[in-house]
């Protein structure tokens, strides 16, 4: 099946009661059983719901993988992720990591023995100079949040399988109708549902697709041991915003690329960071291994104090200042004080997370609309 059609037709349940085309929300903790261990494959909801069941499949077939896990949030999937590992295991991540991902390695699992080296990966020399026994886990974001960085997901693939460590990518910014990560050797692919998959800005959740069987057990083990699940009305609202993720999609894309040649042209603009652009590093990797280049754009406003910047962000009115992305409705935020707030102010600046940078999620509104409250923003 094509990626429109999985969309909506995976993981439904055939309703022996009523026939209904949508999966009931099961809103139910447990379930009844004839004698002990005699039941319908359901005995307790934090270890499997119907519901998120039917989510599961349906984000397992998007991204052409065999298993689906969904969590309460994005960071309830990346902290399962983590676990997977011991003491002394170390990490090699992208250095411009979301803030929150940043956040739960460096001052979280740093406590536990784990060690995070944060590497520029838009080119793998330092990456692969930093392999060594203890290497467990390739960490890449594809684009990167905020800057727009593309890591070539082949080449980090090979570079993990010859360390016999996993690569993990986080998808949530390109989402499964531009990027199927798995498709070219990651082993996990992960996502903050609440983002495109939601699409609604209505619900908050993470999920996790993987084809390997006994990688996707010991996920499900976490999972089940730790219990970071979503409700089942989270998961009707997810596999319902995925019904129409391709068509949300392509008009995110095509309305991003209007905003860019409007910024573009834009005589307060420093630098744009989107990865369609000729002028992008890895332009050559996206065009390779997505489908096309999203609807996050992340620029830089050549009078660059924070005033000038927040004043900008505060005077949208079509464009919501807010975080979070992904949603139907456009955003304007400013990372530095808001989703990479968490990141130390050398850190994040070395990475070009600068106060005059600011990250527009553009929706799918009518884009005259748009450019004119940009427009206005900017003047
Ligand atoms: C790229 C990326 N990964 C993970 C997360 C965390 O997801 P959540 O907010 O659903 O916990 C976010 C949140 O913004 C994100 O942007």
């Not at 990167?144 to 993990?160: F, R, W």
Request: glycine residues 8%; proline residues 4%.
């Amino acid at each position: 099946m094509k990626f429109g059609t999985k969309a909506i037709h995976s993981g439904l349940i055939d309703d022996p009661i009523t026939g209904a085309i949508i999966p009931p929300i099961y809103q139910t903790s447990t379930y009844a059983q004839k004698a002990p261990g005699d039941h319908k494959g359901y005995e307790y909801s934090r270890t499997q719901n119907p519901t998120r069941t039917a989510l599961e499949k349906n984000i397992a077939a998007i991204e052409n993988a065999k298993h689906g896990l969904c969590f309460s949030s994005g960071m309830g999937a990346i902290d399962a992720v983590i676990k997977l590992l011991n003491p002394g295991d170390e990490v090699i991540a992208n250095n411009d990591l979301y803030g929150g991902t940043y956040r739960l390695f460096a001052n979280v699992f740093s406590k536990y023995g784990i060690k995070f080296h944060f590497v520029n990966m838009e080119t793998l020399e330092v990456a692969a100079s930093l392999v060594n026994d203890n290497t467990k886990v390739f960490w890449v974001e594809t684009p990167s949040n905020p800057m727009m960085n593309i890591t070539d997901i082949s080449a980090v693939s090979m570079l993990a399988k010859k360390a016999s460590a996993l690569l993990v990518v986080d998808n949530t910014f390109a989402s499964p109708y531009l990027q199927n990560p798995l498709d070219y050797g990651a082993d996990i692919v992960l996502h903050s549902a609440t983002k495109y998959l939601g699409g609604h800005s209505d619900v908050v959740m993470g999920a996790i697709a993987i084809s390997n069987d006994e990688l996707a057990e010991k996920v499900a083990y976490i999972q089940n041991s730790c219990g970071a699940i979503p409700s089942p009305h989270d998961c009707f609202l997810v596999q319902r915003g995925i019904k129409t993720l391709h068509l949300r999609m392509e008009r995110h894309c095509e309305n991003a690329k209007r905003i860019i040649d409007f910024l573009s042209n834009h005589q307060r603009i420093g630098n744009l960071y989107w990865p369609g652009l000729d002028s992008h590093p890895n332009h050559q990797v996206a065009k390779n291994q997505m489908r096309d280049f999203g609807g996050m754009i992340s620029f830089t406003l050549k009078d660059a104090t924070l005033e000038a910047t927040s004043s900008v962000v505060s005077k949208t009115q079509v464009f919501t200042l807010a975080e979070s992305l992904g949603g139907v409705e456009s955003l304007i935020g400013h990372p530095a004080t808001m989703t990479h707030a968490s990141i130390p102010k050398e850190e994040r600046e070395k990475v070009g997370v600068v106060d005059a940078l600011i990250r527009l999620s553009v929706g799918v509104e009518d884009v005259e609309d748009l450019r004119n409250d940009l427009n206005q923003a900017l003047s």
